[in-house]
């Protein structure tokens, strides 16, 4: 076997809609392409020894071992390997269930689908079973102990790839609350929600955290100076930065017991408390020291530790935190409780589960010594053993929650006091015996106001309620009337794709919104242009949505894009469609036209139940789109006396029509006329009838959006570029007495496109200037000539400079070969050369006649018009 590509699908796809993290395997079964598994001696008895778990895939006989009865049976290897990817993620803790083998065209090669958690786990997946799979070919076996390493290996992704607790459960949060979001390509910055209406987060902190707030919580001291100021019950206390101002520090404070600390540390680092004696100042002075020059002496206040978050002016969760420990039973060692304790499988390294691993340091043994322990020690059944002084997470201490305790008087203390200070979320330090007693009554005291708390401990306390602290900042980031995301309106088809999406950018304009959108010639947001080229992935696609400025993204969503990695959105409010038509065929497995439909209908699929499938009514596969998607739906059509058109408006649809030279939308009982096609430019006076079918759809598109007539009048009839922001397309020029039109048609749909216009030309003479492309099949040639001989009264046969591998004149006789066969009498003539033929073409050309040109170089044809005068360019998105 071997795997000829990997691809990463991250949005609505071919394969799912719904699921959109899909690794998509390119697989060469080589020598078993015909050898189903039960011809493979020693296979199933081998695999199921390697993963008896397979046992738990119903697969299609849809019971308990139903995919092992297949495998027994004899299936392809290409589903196995897909059952044995989903296995291999599933072992690591990654619930994976969707997948999907197909047999693509060429015999033996298959696609193999796969979902995925983690991107590079889901690759790392594929790979590995192949291995496993061939290897159980080849040896009848997998070794354990590979197997183990591949568990290991996947586990790993997994957990670096993790968010951290805090930022995982705010995810969470949104997705319920389908608010979409995204990691930005800076350290654990998170987006969540579109365009103008995003917000950011980073960690605890979000983009309204003030920095003053932050800047004066980071400093301990002045916090307390500012909360002492204002009547808040802080630890008395001062700074020194001399070990010689030690001595009286401590007499100022009110002598021992005493805290020292860093001024500013966090976690716990550097901090030692419960301070007796001067040996352990000294000895804590100098721990300190390693985190900070400046140090804080204050009095140790007796109580228990509690952390009280406040988010939005309100407490949401209070906590008390325990610092780490162990309970003796009476048998084991306290080296051997710590052991037991740390066997507990919500304990983990850092931040990555509930709780985190106890570790000994020097004040452990310190504290140990204090209660009359060493590690070898057996304390007395039920004796508590504390190895650590503060109560932080991190160090391996564990929380309660005691968010119904609170008394009144601090809950309004504790808003109080976030409110002074200026932050949106914040973690209270809190000391005191009993914080169901106001903290003046009992010498309580409020230790450290933190920006950036932590959720862990609230979201998964080691007892009592779990709090959805997520949720409050969710409420206070998108409060209800506060939308998260921006209208989403995407494009696709086969032709005209670029001019619908500049165009309905440009009617959306008319409402004065930044317009965010990306085509095959750039991205742009309003009038401007971020970067040039061909944009049409979902990388441009993020690039709008990721904007701060945009208030509406309209996205040119091209075949190879979806195909590629899936859309860049989750759903759009709008999706349009304009055609399927033969191109691109026999390119990433898309060998058929249906097929290329089933592709390009996932943008109709992707639009959110309430939003709307614009779909063109006069294509049968188009059309029929209507039936796989859950949105509304909302036809366009050239055709007034349509009969699927009539029926939706009966049942009290909405479609664009074409009526009587006017373009319309008919809704209910009422037809609103927009504007006459003569009227607007891109029609080229109403004479490109695949432009008016374009502009139908992008009025339409809009309308669905609430976008007004008067606003869609208004875009239809400015709507302009140059010959230059769009060369190539339906480019028109007026040299006095006869036109020349370029245009870079490119399959055969597009030149019946370029000829219903060319059809339309009646003051004089059709010249076409033809050729194609030297890689395309000969049957394509042919085809080119039949359409040209329908659409021409004199055909100049030109090729390309490069003939692509093809002997020269060979395309020029299979075109010829077309015309004749359509019009044995038709007039042409074969110029090989393309500057000679277009040159011919422009030198005959009679009063009134269009000279229609459909080159290899689309500069060179311009600058061979414009150098004989050009009076005046008409172009139809021009
Ligand atoms: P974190 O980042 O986890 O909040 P930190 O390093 O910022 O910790 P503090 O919050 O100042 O440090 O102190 C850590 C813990 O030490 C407190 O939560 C409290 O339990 C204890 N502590 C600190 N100062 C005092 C004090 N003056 N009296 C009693 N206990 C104290
Ligand atoms: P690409 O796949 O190159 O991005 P596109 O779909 O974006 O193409 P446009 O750039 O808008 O299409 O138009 C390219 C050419 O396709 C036009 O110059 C015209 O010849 C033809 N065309 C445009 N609209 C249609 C249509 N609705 N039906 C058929 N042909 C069209
Ligand atoms: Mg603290
Ligand atoms: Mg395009």
């Known amino acids: 076997m071997r795997i000829l590509k990997i691809q990463t699908l991250r949005g609505p796809n071919y394969w799912s809609i719904r699921r959109h993290k899909l690794i998509v395997m390119r697989l060469d079964l080589e020598s078993l392409a015909e050898t189903p598994s039960n011809e493979i001696p020693g296979f199933y008895e081998g695999l199921v020894e390697a993963l008896p778990s397979l046992e738990g895939h119903y697969c299609s006989p849809g ?68 291995r496993l799979c061939q290897s159980i070919v080849d040896r009848g076996r997998y070794p354990k102990a590979e197997l183990e390493q591949d568990i290991q290996d996947l586990k790993d992704f997994w957990r670096d790839a993790s968010l951290g607790p805090s930022t995982e459960a705010i995810v969470k949060e949104a997705e319920k609350r389908g608010i979409p979001w995204m990691s930005l390509p800076a350290r654990f910055l998170i987006q969540l929600g579109y365009g103008v209406n995003q917000k950011r987060m980073q960690a605890t902190m ?80 100098e721990t300190a020291r390693q985190i900070s020059r400046s140090i ?96 932080n997470l991190s160090t391996g ?139 049409t992935g979902p990388q441009s696609a993020h690039v709008i949505l990721q904007d701060p400025t945009v208030e509406v993204a309209v996205l040119e969503s091209a075949r190879g894009g979806i195909l590629r990695s899936g859309l860049g959105f989750d759903a759009a409010n709008v999706g349009v469609v304009l055609n399927v038509a033969a191109d691109h065929l026999g ?12 592709l390009k209908s996932v943008v109709a699929e992707a639009v959110y139940p309430d939003g709307y499938a614009v779909l063109n009514a006069d294509d049968h596969r188009v059309a029929a789109m209507a039936e796989k998607t859950k949105a509304n739906i909302a036809y366009f059509t050239m055709n007034p006396d349509s009969e699927l058109v009539r029926k939706h408006i009966q049942k009290g649809g909405v479609a664009a029509v074409y009526e009587n030279g006017y373009l319309s939308i008919v809704k209910g009982d009422w037809t609103h006329r927009i504007e006459r096609a003569e009227n607007i430019p891109l029609t080229m006076g109403g004479k490109a009838p695949f432009m008016i079918a374009n502009a139908l759809a992008a009025a339409l598109a809009a309308f669905v959006q609430n976008v007004t007539i008067e606003e869609i009048r208004a875009g239809l009839r400015t709507f302009r570029a140059s010959v230059s922001q769009t060369p190539g397309r339906m480019n028109l020029f007026n040299l006095g007495k006869y036109h020349a039109l370029v245009d870079y048609a490119h399959n055969p749909a597009s030149y019946e496109a370029v000829g219903s216009f060319v059809r339309n030309w009646t003051t004089g003479q059709r010249i076409g200037v033809v050729g194609g492309p030297g890689d395309r099949r000969d049957e394509d040639f042919v085809t080119l ?25 060979s395309a020029s006789d299979l075109i010829i070969e077309g015309i004749k066969e359509v019009r044995p009498n038709s007039r042409y003539e074969s110029i090989l050369d393309e500057t000679q033929a277009i040159d011919k073409a422009l030198d005959m050309a009679p009063d009134g006649s269009l000279v229609v040109i459909l080159p290899e170089s689309v500069s060179r044809a311009i600058r061979l018009i414009k150098v004989r005068g050009v009076q005046e360019e008409i172009q139809p998105q021009n």
């Open 63 to 130: 019971c308990r071992g139903g995919f092992l009865m297949r495998v027994r049976e004899g299936t392809m290897m290409g589903h196995i390997v897909e059952h044995v990817a989903l296995e291999l993620q599933e072992l690591a803790g990654m619930h994976v269930g969707f997948g999907r083998t197909r047999e693509t065209a060429t015999p033996g090669v298959y696609q193999v689908v796969i979902e995925y958690l983690n991107e590079e786990a889901g690759r790392y997946a594929g790979r590995a079973a192949v």
């Open 785 to 809: 000539g039949k359409l040209a001989a329908d659409i021409f009264d004199y055909i100049i046969v030109k090729e390309d400079d490069d003939t692509r591998g093809r002997a020269r004149g």
């Open 587 to 598: 390119i990433g497995d898309i060998d058929t036209i249906d097929q290329l439909a089933n």
């Open 206 to 285: 979000t983009n309204n955290t003030g920095i003053l707030g932050v800047e004066l919580a980071c400093d301990k001291e002045a916090t307390k100076r500012i909360l002492d100021a204002n009547g808040v019950p802080v630890p008395r206390g001062t700074v020194i930065n001399f070990l010689d101002d030690l001595e009286e520090a401590i007499e100022y404070v009110g002598g021992y017991p005493i805290v020292i600390k860093p001024l500013d540390g966090n976690h716990g680092r550097g901090i030692t408390i419960d301070i007796r004696t001067w040996d352990e100042a000294e000895a804590a002075y």
């Open 397 to 535: 201490g564990s929380a309660i929650d005691r968010t119904d305790e609170i008394h009144p008087e601090n809950l309004w203390l504790a808003q109080r006091v976030v409110k002074i200070i200026g932050l949106d979320i914040a973690g209270l330090d809190v000391v005191t015996t009993d914080i169901s007693r106001p903290l003046r009554d009992v010498d309580g005291v409020i230790v450290e106001v933190n920006a950036a708390p932590g959720f862990r401990m609230h979201v998964a306390p080691s007892q009592g309620i779990p709090r959805n602290v997520a949720g409050a900042v969710i409420d206070m980031l998108f409060p209800s009337e506060k939308p998260s995301y921006i209208p989403i309106l995407s494009v696709t088809g086969t032709n005209g794709k670029t001019t619908t999406t500049r165009l309905l950018a440009h009617i959306y304009k008319q409402t004065g919104k930044v317009v965010g959108y990306t085509t095959t010639d750039g991205t742009y947001i309003g009038d401007f242009l971020v970067e040039a080229g061909d944009n």
């Open 296 to 391: 804080i002496i204050e009095r140790y206040y007796v109580g228990r530790d509690h952390r009280v978050l406040v988010v939005d002016g309100k407490v949401v969760a209070v906590a008390e935190r325990i610092p780490a420990h162990v309970v003796a039973d009476g048998r084991s060692t306290i080296a051997e409780l710590i052991d037991e304790t740390n066997k507990d499988p919500n304990r983990g390294e850092g931040h990555d589960n509930v709780l985190t691993k106890i570790e000994l340091d020097r004040s452990s043994y310190q504290l140990l010594d204090r209660q009359g322990y060493d590690l070898d020690s057996v304390p007395s059944k039920g004796t508590i053993c504390y190895l650590r002084a503060t109560a």
